[in-house]
């Protein structure tokens, strides 16, 4: 067992030095934790699994493969830690010496044992460690992932007679991102019983299978904001100011009193004048406003009602690099129309004063970042 764990750790860890630079640039494996509804999913796959009982030696290697069927449901709580209830079965072989013993079903090889047939089925849970999030950190891009799992549940056989027994479930899936929703999956499962289809000793199953895994919405991880560290230098600068702060209230207090003595005057309100633009950064293939975004737009949506007569353009862009140029083209608009609803029904700017255009695919706009192409921007 150490032996199968230390192997499965050094797998991970060689999968991911190779990428280890690339990995610097990807995201953190620090997210924010999901909602029950969140990064649910379903996958289904079919293959070959073969018994091994007490005599399965007394069967050639091909006459001991039957089909197999696997389909689970499951959710990832982490980037590194899921759940899932999954089937496993269909049919299993074997040999035995004796005619009269359960599932012989009267042919016989060439050594004399008789054949044996059964159809099976393991229902259990599992925990899976996604060890290359684990490992590598997360990244939702990421094309290969290193998933292996533990589990139990009951194994039970529809062929007469029927038999229940606990087993322990143990495997490897090989992860192939195909997109945001689809994974291929090639498994490689393992499951241990005792005594469980008349045999006199522990009995096991093996089994590998190709599959695909269907990946609900919401799908990917909001990473954690990174809160920067203050240095004490910069404390001490803001005590101070703190402090210059104390004295200007204590005098605009007296002001306040002088200024409450003296005659009303007439103030002739002026433009407001300039509104600087507003960068309003999205994340890949999305065109959901973040909250943490809001308080820019709130400031900005202030400046544009104060000049009234202005009419400012509400401008969408995509990543060049990501997606076609019809999917962009698409997205930036959706972009820029997602700012311009934000202004007018969350924050009051008249309609008339904003107008939408949108750009599709862009190279690198700001500070060769591809990153910081995918935004809408609002200017006069």
């Known amino acids: 067992?150490?032996?199968?764990?230390?192997?499965?750790?050094?797998?991970?860890?060689?999968v991911c030095l190779p990428a280890q630079e690339k990995e610097k640039a990807a995201k953190s494996y620090r997210v924010e934790t999901n909602?029950?509804?969140?990064?649910?999913f379903i996958s289904g796959g079919v293959g070959a699994q073969m018994y091994f009982g007490d005599n399965d030696s007394k069967a050639g290697f091909g006459d001991r493969i039957s089909p197999a069927l696997d389909i689970a449901v499951g959710k990832w709580f982490t980037p590194g830690i899921g759940l899932r209830i999954a089937y496993n079965g269909l049919q299993a072989k074997g040999a035995t010496p004796n005619a009269n013993d359960v599932y012989a079903k009267g042919g016989t090889f060439s050594n004399g044992y008789y054949k044996q047939k059964w159809n099976v089925a393991n229902f259990h849970g599992d925990v899976l460690l996604n060890l290359s999030n684990m490992f590598c950190g997360y990244n939702e891009e990421r094309v290969y992932s290193?998933?292996?799992?533990?589990?139990?549940?009951?194994?039970?056989?529809?062929?007469?007679p029927t038999e229940n027994?606990?087993?322990i479930n143990a495997g490897l899936i090989n992860r192939f991102r195909l997109s945001p929703a689809l994974d291929l999956n090639v498994e490689l499962r393992g499951l241990l019983m005792k005594d469980a289809f008349g045999g006199k000793s522990k009995e096991a199953m093996g089994g590998v299978t190709v599959g695909v895994t269907y990946k609900?919405?919401?799908?990917?991880?909001?990473?954690?904001?990174?809160?920067?560290?203050?240095p004490e230098s910069q404390l001490n600068d803001l005590r101070d100011r703190v402090n210059s702060l104390k004295g200007e209230n204590e005098s605009l207090k007296r002001d306040l009193v002088e200024a409450r003595n003296k005659k009303p005057e007439v103030i002739v309100k002026k433009e407001?004048?300039?509104?600087?633009?507003?960068?309003?950064?999205?994340?890949?293939?999305?065109?959901?406003?973040?909250?943490?975004?809001?308080?820019?737009?709130?400031?900005?949506?202030?400046?544009?009602?104060e000049n009234p007569n202005k009419v400012f353009t509400v401008t969408g862009y995509a990543d060049k690099g990501t997606g076609s140029a019809e999917y962009n083209m698409k997205l930036s608009k959706k972009r820029a129309e997602s700012v311009r609803d934000l202004m007018v029904n969350e924050f009051g700017v008249p309609a008339s004063q904003l107008k939408v255009d949108y750009k599709g695919g862009v190279s690198n706009m700001f500070y060769d970042d591809a990153k910081l192409s995918r935004v809408a921007i609002v200017e006069e």
């Open 272 to 305: 407001a004048g300039f509104v600087p633009r507003l960068v309003v950064v999205f994340n890949i293939g999305k065109s959901n406003i973040s909250k943490r975004e809001y308080m820019n737009i709130e400031a900005m949506a202030k400046g544009i009602k």
């Open 146 to 160: 290193f998933i292996p799992y533990v589990g139990a549940g009951l194994v039970h056989s529809w062929s007469k």
């Open 1 to 14: 067992m150490k032996k199968g764990l230390l192997f499965i750790l050094l797998a991970a860890v060689s």
């Open 165 to 167: 027994n606990l087993g």
């Open 35 to 40: 909602t029950f509804g969140a990064n649910w």
């Open 216 to 230: 609900f919405k919401k799908r990917s991880w909001d990473a954690v904001p990174t809160v920067p560290m203050v």
